[in-house]
T-cell receptor, first 115, second 111 residues
Framework: EPEVTQTPSHQVTQMGQEVILRCVPI?????FYWYRQILGQKVEFLVS????????KSEIFDDQFSVERPDGSNFTLKIRSTKLEDSAMYFC?????????????FGSGTQLSVL | GQSLEQPSEVTAVEGAIVQINCTYQ??????LSWYQQHDGGAPTFLSY????GLEETGRFSSFLSRSDSYGYLLLQELQMKDSASYFC????????????FGTGTKLQVIP
């Protein structure tokens, strides 16, 4: 079965540094998402992306965050200046159609640790 | 705003049946999804109910009552590998693409 791939699986960074988390969605999917999960807590929506623009973002997704689809396959999440509270597991997801009708396929995540 | 409430933990015996409830409050409701997440793993889709009633997929069934803003996931013939967290989720649209997840229920299956 096709899958969403994320790299790296673990990322350790110093507070204030920039990080880029990378994702390769399933090839025929058109909708892309970033979620995060702090250990032991629920999966929180960050942003959705369709047709090369942000469709929806949460209050967590402030000016320090940005997303990009630099080519036909990659989808990235950039955190410009990391904070301690950004430490979490970040999941990329994709869906073939609109989220109302389609299931989301999640990648295995990037564990971000901000020191 | 939206909220989806679930019990935080459930313990059940191997071979038994367990029901995980979800009550939701949301605008623009389209349906209720369920996802499974093993410790350290990614959420994986289990089921989706757009209409009232029961949907069955093997050992798992999911139920929705739109009038009660309530749904549940039913797991039958529990196996040890079913120990995981289970999240209900609500997609909204209308120009937006966002799936909001519930608080999650950690299921422990014991021998």
């Amino acid at each position: 079965e096709p899958e969403v791939t994320q790299t790296p699986s673990h990322q350790v960074t110093q507070m204030g540094q920039e990080v880029i988390l990378r994702c390769v969605p399933i090839s025929n999917h058109l909708y892309f998402y970033w979620y995060r999960q702090i250990l032991g807590q629920k999966v929180e929506f960050l942003v959705s992306f369709y047709n090369n623009e942000i469709s929806e973002k949460s209050e967590i997704f402030d000016d320090q965050f940005s997303v990009e689809r630099p080519d036909g396959s990659n989808f990235t999440l950039k955190i410009r200046s990391t904070k301690l509270e950004d430490s979490a597991m970040y999941f990329c997801a994709s869906s073939e159609g609109q989220a109302t009708n389609e299931k989301l396929f999640f990648g295995s995540g990037t564990q971000l640790s901000v020191l | 705003g939206q909220s989806l409430e679930q019990p935080s933990e459930v313990t059940a015996v191997e071979g038994a049946i367990v029901q995980i409830n979800c009550t939701y409050q949301t605008s623009g409701f389209y349906g209720l999804s369920w996802y499974q997440q093993h410790d350290g793993g990614a959420p994986t889709f289990l089921s989706y109910n757009a209409l009232d009633g029961l949907e069955e997929t093997g050992r798992f069934s999911s139920f929705l009552s739109r009038s009660d803003s309530y749904g549940y996931l039913l797991l039958q013939e529990l196996q040890m590998k079913d120990s995981a967290s289970y999240f209900c989720a609500v997609p909204i649209s209308g120009g937006y693409q966002k799936v909001t997840f519930g608080t999650g229920t950690k299921l422990q299956v014991i021998p």
